[in-house]
């Protein structure tokens, strides 16, 4: 783990929706340590400011793949960065979708919107060695067919299982629409034998993980992502609390049975 | 693997029903076959009957003023489809349309509700567990109305059908 950013180049960049760009960067010189599927770096534009971004794609070799969503002024910046633009790199920082403890079981991917991206290295993952696990459920939702990344990659994860529902169809739109908790009906899973990966908007994992529990997965066995402003990301400033847990390094990834009463306070 | 699992397909109306609960049901089941892009009702129209769908896909959709049929929802195998003869006024709140070809078991609501008094024990599991799908739907609208995928922050309400 680096304090002070190293300099990464971008050497891809792909526009995957109006408002969200995946980057891949490549070390100038000095690389950082091999990032696991769920962890974050923290990427610096340049003169605006630093936010976490969790890898969306493992490293091909040093290289580095975030997908990022432009909501404001930090993000925006990164997903304005062209080929060859240079940003700086913190990390790898946080806790992991520890799929070793899916071994064996049945798995649930379930995605909201940009929650896909930190996902997408957890499918990797999984469809590399397939005997290690059970069924393999990759559920995502978005707002709008024009909100769903990585449309093309979506096939092949489907093979298994995998569906897409959107809230708000449009543009001809022949898939499903629905909130992503329907897509549950038909993914083919042993709830006492299911690990659940979830991650997206707070308000989803919860809807997800109360639909989740209410068929028989285990709380402790449903993951989350939990998003809270990050500064330091080391676990010192204090920006990232969530209740007893400093999320930069007790989670991002923890267990819904830890997270649950976190989130169903109103304050903390 | 001990539990049950999780679908297949068509079970899940019919998985608080007891065995002979089931069977006396599926006495007044026909099966129906819809090709893809029927019309199955129309909101406002009386609902008279329901299905629980075995293969193919319904969108549930809503007709809004300068706007058109909006989908709301779709649904898929083992899904009952259609609430609206509960309860008065027993017309149907949405439309359907077949996505594409489906099969479905088909049941006159009338018929039911007469086993449902001839057998309140039958009756009660099968109220429950349309209750069930209608605290589903509700669940979900709610959930869609809280904006689902959005980020926090006044931008993330966005104009739901
Ligand atoms: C561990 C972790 C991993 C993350 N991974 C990714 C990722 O892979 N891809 C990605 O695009 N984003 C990711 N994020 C979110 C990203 O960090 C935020 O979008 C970013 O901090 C916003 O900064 P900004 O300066 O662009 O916007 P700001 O000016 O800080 O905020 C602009 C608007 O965006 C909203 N906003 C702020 N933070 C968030 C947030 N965390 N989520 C949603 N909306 C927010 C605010 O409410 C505000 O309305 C992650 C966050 C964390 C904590
Ligand atoms: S970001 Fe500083 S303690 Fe977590």
Known sequence: MTLTPLSYRVVDRRDETHDTVTLVLEPASEALKPFAPGQFAMLYAFGVGEIPVSVSRLADGHRLTHTVRAVGAVSRALCGLRTGGWVGVRGPFGTAWDSAAAHGNDLLVIAGGIGLAPLRPLVDAVLAEPQAFGRLNVLAGARTPDDLLYGDEFPAWGKPFGAVTVDRPSGGWTGRVGVVTTLLREARFTPSDTVAFVCGPEVMMRATARALIHQGVRPDRIRVSLERNMRCATGHCGHCQLGPLLLCRDGPVVGYDQAEPLLTVREL | ?161
């Open chain 2, 1 to 161: 693997m001990t539990s049950h699992p999780v679908g297949p397909p068509g079970e899940q109306v019919f998985a608080a029903l007891t065995t002979e609960h089931r069977g006396k049901l599926m006495a007044l089941a026909r099966e129906v076959a819809f090709p893809g892009g029927t019309r199955i009702f129309e909101e406002g129209e009386k609902a008279d009957r329901f299905w629980i769908i075995r293969s193919g896909t319904v969108a549930l959709d809503v007709h809004v003023p300068g706007r058109g049929r909006v989908v709301v929802e779709t649904i898929g195998a083992g899904s009952l489809l259609g609430w609206s003869w509960l309860c008065p006024p027993r017309q149907w709140h949405l439309a359907a349309e077949t996505r594409d070809a489906v099969r479905a078991w088909e049941f006159d609501a009338a018929a039911v509700q007469d086993l449902c008094a001839e057998d309140t024990a039958l009756g009660l599991s099968l109220v429950t567990a349309v209750a069930e799908t209608i605290g589903d739907r509700l669940r979900a609208t709610r959930t869609r109305l809280l904006d689902l995928y959005g980020p926090p922050g006044p931008q993330g309400i966005g104009p739901v059908p």
